[in-house]
């Protein structure tokens, strides 16, 4: 699913993480594997700041809700660092 489609399993959750991916991919200058390091270092900081366990899948879902809205492709780590600080100033 991140970084390519050979041998990598069918179903409905891999297709929606796929999906996501490319949504997000087409949007930013960061990869594939970068959007998912971005989104599992946003995870562990939720984690480890308010104690909250959020699905990757409920964040790639608003990561591509954020940079739907963004034109060209820029660097997306920014949006993703500051959406895990306005969740962690909002707490649990």
Same mark, same amino acid.
């Given at each position: 699913? /991140?970084?390519?489609? %050979?041998?990598?399993? @069918?179903?409905? $959750?891999?297709?929606?993480?796929? %999906? =996501?991916?490319?949504?997000? !991919?087409?949007?930013?200058? @960061?990869?594939? +594997?970068?959007?998912?390091? =971005? $989104? +599992?270092?946003?995870?562990?900081?939720?984690?480890? !700041? /308010? #104690?909250? @366990? !959020?699905? =990757?899948?409920?964040? =790639?879902? !608003?990561?591509? +809700? /954020? $940079?739907?809205?963004?034109?060209?492709?820029?660097?997306?780590? #920014?949006?993703?660092? #500051?959406? %895990?600080? /306005?969740? +962690? %100033?909002?707490?649990?």
């Amino acid at each position: 699913v /991140i970084d390519g489609y %050979a041998g990598v399993p @069918e179903g409905p $959750t891999v297709t929606k993480y796929r %999906a =996501l991916l490319d949504r997000i !991919e087409a949007k930013c200058a @960061e990869r594939r +594997v970068q959007i998912a390091d =971005l $989104t +599992v270092a946003v995870q562990k900081a939720l984690r480890d !700041e /308010i #104690g909250v @366990e !959020e699905p =990757l899948l409920n964040l =790639l879902r !608003e990561f591509r +809700v /954020i $940079t739907a809205k963004l034109q060209g492709q820029p660097k997306c780590q #920014g949006a993703f660092s #500051g959406y %895990a600080q /306005i969740r +962690v %100033a909002q707490g649990p």
